[in-house]
């Protein structure tokens, strides 16, 4: 099972992750909200993170250096996680002064130089080994929550990291804490760097959930990642799987009030994700043929989902304790998601309009 991904970063008015002054403590502020066990990190970004700690905390850190407890359950610190294919970090006797980590951990890969590796290990130093060539971030994720436990993960890197977990799906949320500052500059860095998109329809969606002045300059912004369930035929199978693994904990009704707030974040992003989905399509309709499957496909995904979701919740309604909480959550969810159903019958009538009319002008 992944973790959840939460990816946090500090940045100018511009987007820019550098080259501007930072209130590093003030900064701290924002993580406990979100309950992480572990801060992933590349190489790069860890090192600019140690360099901007003001000389005042090291001086008081260095009076006590907190004990690594990787499996104390007791401990409510994260663990660093920092993802070093190259073998650049060999600062680990300062950063374990750092006392908001309870413990520390290396991913790399199979190529990684085992010269690194040696230092790693006479540094009592744990790794994650994934990948070939590169590391495998998907199963690193996957080892992280198996392993050790990790349910939330906040991703502080550079661009080029942020960017591939993005990519690939493995990010559930943005937090930005925006400096009032423009940076500006023609090699620029930012914390989303990717290759350029070859169609608008590509760009992520997000989703605002909250936000907040911090002192009297600073805003923190939060954001849900929108999660296109619904582009390829296979994603109503990952859609499905992705909310198996959710639920299957669900034993009681303690579970379930636990995790409802998260079945709802997920039932919301999938109607998103779906209406975004034919609304592209709606723009941009494919030959007749190929607007035919794609209907085909997405009506697919929404029955498999629904009728695996509605199981799903006869299922807990039966478990231990009040079954009222179902009842009550699914009223809250037919109110919320009505106009999610209503965009979406209007958007189905369109499409099946414009494939009639283009059937019809092909037999003609």
Known sequence: MLPKVVLHKAVSLDGRIDNFEREILMEFNITPKFGINAHLADADAITRFVDMIPPEAWEEWEQHTPPQQMEDSDDLRPILVVHDNEGKVRSWDQIRKIPVYRGHLVLNSKSTPQEFQDYLEESNIEHITT??????????????????????????????????????????????????????????????????????EDAIGLRLKDHEELGRKLIWLHYSVIKRYAE????????????????????????????????????????????????????????????QERIARIEESQELLTEVFEGELDRIAKLPGDSGYVEEFRSLMESHFEPYGKELGELMENLMSRMDGMLRGMEE
């Open 131 to 200: 990948g070939d060539e590169q590391v495998d971030i998907r199963a690193a994720l996957s080892d992280l929550n198996e392993q050790h436990g990790v349910k939330v993960v906040m991703l502080d890197s550079e661009g080029a990291l942020n960017s591939k977990m993005i990519r690939e799906g493995l990010v559930d949320e943005v937090s930005l804490i925006v400096y009032p500052t423009l940076v500006g500059g023609e090699q620029q860095k930012a914390f989303f760097h990717a290759e350029e998109l070859t169609a608008p």
């Open 232 to 291: 390829q035929k296979e994603m109503g199978d990952e859609a499905v799987n992705e909310f198996l693994e959710m639920v299957k904990g669900v034993q009681s009704m303690d579970d379930f009030k636990e995790k409802r707030e998260g079945i709802f974040e997920f039932v919301e992003h999938f109607l998103i994700s779906t209406v975004e989905s034919l609304k592209n399509v709606v723009n941009n309709p494919p030959p007749p043929e190929q607007l």
